[in-house]
Structures are given as C-alpha cells and as structure tokens.
C-alpha cells in the first residue's frame, strides 16, 4: 500500500492564481480531511469528508473549495491564492470518522503564494 | 471547544537520557488522545493513542504516555532517547465535528538530541 499520497511536494504560487492540491489512499479509507500546518499553531483543520459525494467544513475552510466524486481521491483547491495561505498542506485519511480512529497523514505539499 | 497545550516549545536531551513531553488538554467528556511526530519534510506519523482502558499506553519506537485525568494531561516518555528521535512532536485531542472526526493540535515542541 502506498498509503496516502500528495502531489505536488512543493509548489509556488502568484496571488490570484488557483491550483487543485491532490491528495488520494489506497487503504478504503471513507474519512478524509485537509489540514494547514503553520509555524506555531500546530495543525488546523480546513475540510472534511466522510464518504463519497460528502463534504463538510473544518475551522478554517476560507478561501477553499473541496469535492469528493471517489473513495480514493480528495483534491483541495485554491480558487484565487492569497499570501496568508502560504502553509503547509496535509491530507488524512482514516477508516471511518469516529473520534477514537486513527488517522494517517500524507507527507504535505509545501505551498508558497508570492 | 476542545484544545491542547504543549508548554515546552524545544527541549534538547543527550542521547541516552529519559525525556518527558507534556502536554494537558481540555475536553468536556473523555477524550481521545494522540501523539504524533513529525520528522523533517515528513507527515505525521502516529506514536500512540489512549481512547480507554489502561491509562499507561504503550507505543511505537519506545514510547509510552500516560493519561492522567485528574490532572488532564497525556505526557509522552521515553526512557533512553536515540539519536533517531530528533524530530517535532505533536499531542491532539480527537473530538466529533458533524459527522466527521477533527484533530485539535497542540502547537508542538521540537526535540534535539545531543550526542
């Protein structure tokens, strides 16, 4: 198993442009989510799924649009970058969305928005 | 609202040495609790979790954390630190949000070993 997987690991972005984060497992995993990793705040949720075809909000979902058509795949997108989203970009996924599952983490995509 | 708080924002150890990271959160009703560690240019990679039971938890690489609820913490000890563990760890809170489960983070504190 690959586990879960993130493309691009590194991107650099102008404001005002978009761009779609990709993010997919392979493990038949029905919960997905999106976090933002800056310096001194530790992780934050952005989105969340909990299958196919369903999407919900986190605490910091501004600024970003997801969708979920598969199992397998949760692209992130970035409709008009703007410099407070410079982050860095986690994907998750875990079998189902209780509480006490474990979720595993992709290995980031660093975005820079110029 | 839940949250975590990871006071020691860098601790350096020598290699050999215990360690001890603490971390106390607060949450309503029984929490589910996490460490993760992160090496550099790495995802998170989960040490180990306490949702019941046993509140002395054993884990991956070593590591062990305890879950103490009368003080509400869940510090992460390792009894002899190996170079290899230099990395930044995490401890979170898991919570239902809706219908999906959200991670509260504590903000992390990065460990150097010292050979």
């Known amino acids: 198993n690959a586990g879960v997987t993130q493309t691009p690991k590194f991107q650099v972005l102008k404001t005002g442009q978009s761009m779609t984060l990709q993010c997919a497992q392979d493990?038949?995993?029905?919960?997905m989510s999106w976090y933002r990793q800056d310096p001194g705040m530790g992780l934050r949720l952005i989105h969340y799924s909990v299958g196919a075809g369903i999407t919900d909000q986190g605490e910091v979902p501004n600024g970003y649009n997801v969708s979920r058509s598969t199992t397998e795949d949760f692209p992130l997108r970035l409709l008009s970058a703007a410099p407070s989203q410079t982050s860095v970009y986690f994907c998750a996924s875990s079998y189902s969305g209780l509480a006490q599952e474990t979720q595993y983490f992709g290995p980031g995509t660093r975005l820079l928005v110029l | 609202a839940q949250s975590v708080t990871q006071p020691d924002i860098h601790i350096t150890v020598s290699e050999g040495a215990s360690l001890e990271l603490r971390c106390n959160y607060s949450?309503?009703?029984?929490?589910?609790l996490f460490w993760y560690v992160q090496s550099p240019g790495q995802g998170l990679q989960l040490l180990l979790k306490y949702f019941s039971g046993d509140t002395l938890v054993q884990g991956i690489k070593g590591f062990e954390a305890e879950f103490k609820r009368s003080q509400s913490s869940f510090n992460l000890r390792k009894p002899s630190v190996h170079w290899s563990d230099a990395a930044e760890y995490f401890c979170?809170?898991?919570?239902?949000?809706?219908?999906?489960?959200?991670?509260?983070f504590g903000t992390g504190t990065q460990l150097k070993v010292e050979l």
């Open positions: 949450y309503g009703a029984t929490p589910y």
């Open positions: 979170a809170v898991g919570a239902l949000l809706g219908g999906g489960n959200k991670l509260t």
């Open positions: 493990m038949n995993h029905e919960y």
